[in-house]
């Protein structure tokens, strides 16, 4: 059984969003992307009703980013809250402040997510108390109006979080065996570690692109901004993986044998 985030808010529901990350957000032709976009400008396969018109078949048009984004519930959160319901066809001059103030609440939903999960974290009991104020503090900011969300400094934000967040891991990360290792930012692409024990390692910021983690331990694990794009999960096990989102599992690949924290599940392209 699959246990679902505390916080559904956090979960991305497209259909209460204005496709805001399919008109907001750039792309740059590449791999990931069949197309170059500007920012503002609607994605060509964004229908009247913001659905997606090739929903189904993303991957295979050459989409691979969308099916890996992940908006930790931003869009309708600024579509329904911050906008009040009102979308940017119908109203199309509220759409450059819907369009800037949907990238900052990402950000900001993002850090809530990494927030619920370090309080979840029993080893990190004694930062409760600052971690709990954090998340209220991060809370109140996403309830800003768009001017407002328009004016944070998301950096600094997301820097004070940052060491908190890391203070949290370490302390969950210290009653664990192993030598864990510090690869914090390390390029690690196309690095050979299958079998590799990396149990209790800092793996914060790490460009693991097209490495080979087959049979890999990561148990506990911390992994948050790591770059999983291509890395090989098949046989690995994430079992307490610190900071792992559902969007790094769908830029990797893995099997049936890949083992998961229990909040996150298999995705859908991964091999039997």
Known sequence: MVRMP????LVSDCGSCFGLCCVALPFAKSADFAQDKAGGTPCRNLRDDFRCGIHSRLRDSGYTGCTVFDCFGAGQKVSQLTFGGVD?????????????????????????????????LPAAAPLAPR??????????MTR????????LDVAGVRAGVSELLLEASE???????????NHRGADLIGAKLRR?????????????IGADLRDADLRGADVIGADLRGTDLRGADL????????AQLGAALGDAATRLPEALTRPGHWTD
Do not use: K
């Open 196 to 208: 590799a024990d990396l149990r209790g390692a800092n793996l914060r910021g790490a460009y693991l």
């Open 171 to 181: 302390l969950a990360r210290a009653g664990l065996p192993g030598r864990r290792r």
């Open 144 to 151: 800003g109006d768009a001017e407002t969300l328009a004016g």
């Open 239 to 246: 079992t307490g993986a610190l900071f792992l989102t559902q």
């Open 88 to 120: 940017w066809r119908r109203e199309p001059g509220s759409a450059p402040a819907m369009f800037a103030a949907f990238p900052v609440m990402r950000q900001l939903h993002e850090l809530l997510w990494y927030l619920n999960e370090a309080l979840d």
């Open 131 to 140: 971690l709990s104020r954090a998340r209220q503090d991060v809370d109140a």
């Open 6 to 9: 505390a916080d559904l808010s």
